[in-house]
């Protein structure tokens, strides 16, 4: 896999998991802890994103 079709794909799993943060912020059955793991995984992404444009 090619540097940029990575970086597409980390794009495309960042953009999924914004939709599915969103998602569980407006739902009041999901946790507190729930979202909070999204959002980690959500900023892990971001930084591995930034970290491979970089190069």
Same mark, same amino acid.
Request: proline residues 2%; hydrophobic residues 35%; aromatic residues 0%.
């Given at each position: ?6 970086? &597409? &794909?980390?794009? +495309? +799993? ?11 912020? $407006? ?5 507190? !802890? ?5 959002? +980690?995984? +959500? !900023? $892990? ?5 930034? $970290?491979?444009?970089?190069?």
């Amino acid at each position: 896999m090619s540097l940029s079709s990575h970086l &597409e &794909e980390l794009k +495309k +799993k960042h953009d999924s998991l914004s939709a599915a943060v969103e998602n569980a912020q $407006r739902s009041p059955s999901i946790s507190t !802890l729930e979202i909070t793991q999204l959002k +980690k995984q +959500k !900023l $892990r992404l971001k930084e591995e994103i930034t $970290r491979l444009s970089m190069h």
